[in-house]
């Protein structure tokens, strides 16, 4: 039953940054794992970021790391994704996802999460 709308999607140029935002809908959002996730043509979807409930643990795929933020403002229901110094390779299309339920999980895992967005466009020009 939850829906998450990303936006904030567009063209850059490489070295640029672009913030994505994830609106979330539901009045538990705080209890939701959250991550995101990009899918380039003809590729499998992968993970690239994922946050703790309260926030207070971060984690990154390596590709992005030291170059994209996750973050959340529970109180605003959204998840963000700081993208900076981006590269051609992060080219993709980029996807938020939720884990509502409750139990252990694995945050690196697609098959973790059970809410998803419809996804946004990142292109970044060389």
């Known amino acids: 039953q939850v829906q998450l709308v990303e936006s904030g999607g567009g063209l850059v140029q490489a070295g640029g940054s672009l913030r994505l935002s994830c609106a979330a809908s539901?009045?538990?959002?705080?209890?939701?794992?959250m991550g995101w996730f990009r899918q380039a043509p003809g590729k499998e979807r992968e993970f690239v970021a994922g946050?703790?409930?309260?926030?207070?643990?971060?984690y990154y795929a390596d590709s992005v790391k030291g170059r994209f933020t996750i973050s959340r403002d529970n109180a605003k229901n959204t998840v963000y994704l700081q993208m900076n110094s981006l590269k051609p390779e992060d080219t993709a299309v980029y996807y938020c996802?939720?884990?509502?339920?409750?139990?252990?999980?694995?945050?690196?895992?697609?098959?973790?999460?059970?809410?998803w967005g419809q996804g946004t466009q990142v292109t970044v020009s060389s």
């Open positions: 946050i703790s409930r309260g926030g207070d643990r971060r």
């Open positions: 539901g009045r538990t959002f705080s209890s939701y794992v």
């Open positions: 996802a939720a884990r509502t339920r409750g139990g252990t999980y694995f945050v690196y895992s697609l098959s973790d999460y059970d809410a």
